[in-house]
């Protein structure tokens, strides 16, 4: 077995969530990951140790993330309208659809730092510790930066809503 499958085995699956997190797309996660595997192959030579392996990788999927908004951006527009399942009357949905959007506008509107703080921990479901360990930062500065963004959000929200 060769370095990079071994490194697929261990940490394929930490590279999948991770990039679940920023994309919020199950297709577009498991292309990514591809990618940066085949990426990692041949840059291996490359990585120096520094940092784990994981970290590595993440940092890789992490450019073809943004590679992918970049190419997309130039792209088309996208559809922000999804209908909302079990909703009875249309004016729920569309208060629940101007919330979920309000939300998603605060998560936007972080700097990048915390903005990928947020999207690891609620999308991504992972520990403060995974958070800091694949960003190269402790867990506490996850943790911190986590909850500084949702004070940050949550004083967006509390703004917008006020007449």
């Not at 009875?88 to 569309?94: C, D, L, N, Q, R």
Request: hydrophobic share 35%.
């Amino acid at each position: 077995m060769d370095a990079i499958e071994k490194a697929y085995r261990q940490h394929g699956k930490d590279v999948y969530r991770y990039l679940l997190s920023l994309s919020h797309d199950v297709d577009l996660a498991e292309e990514l990951t591809q990618e940066t595997f085949f990426r990692a192959m041949g840059t291996i030579g490359r990585y120096d140790g520094s940092c784990k392996l994981s970290v590595w990788l993440c940092q890789i999927g992490r450019h073809l993330w943004y590679q992918w908004l970049e190419k997309r951006s130039k792209g088309r527009q996208v559809e922000l309208s999804e209908e909302i399942p079990g909703e009875s009357s249309p004016e729920k949905a569309v208060l629940l659809h101007m919330e979920k959007t309000a939300l998603y506008q605060a998560i936007h509107a972080l700097p990048e730092p915390m903005r990928e703080v947020v999207y690891m921990r609620l999308t991504g479901e992972f520990s403060f510790g995974e958070i800091g360990e694949i960003l190269g930062k402790s867990e506490n500065w996850a943790r911190v930066t986590f909850y500084r963004a949702k004070k940050k959000m949550m004083e967006r929200l509390e703004v917008e809503d006020t007449p």
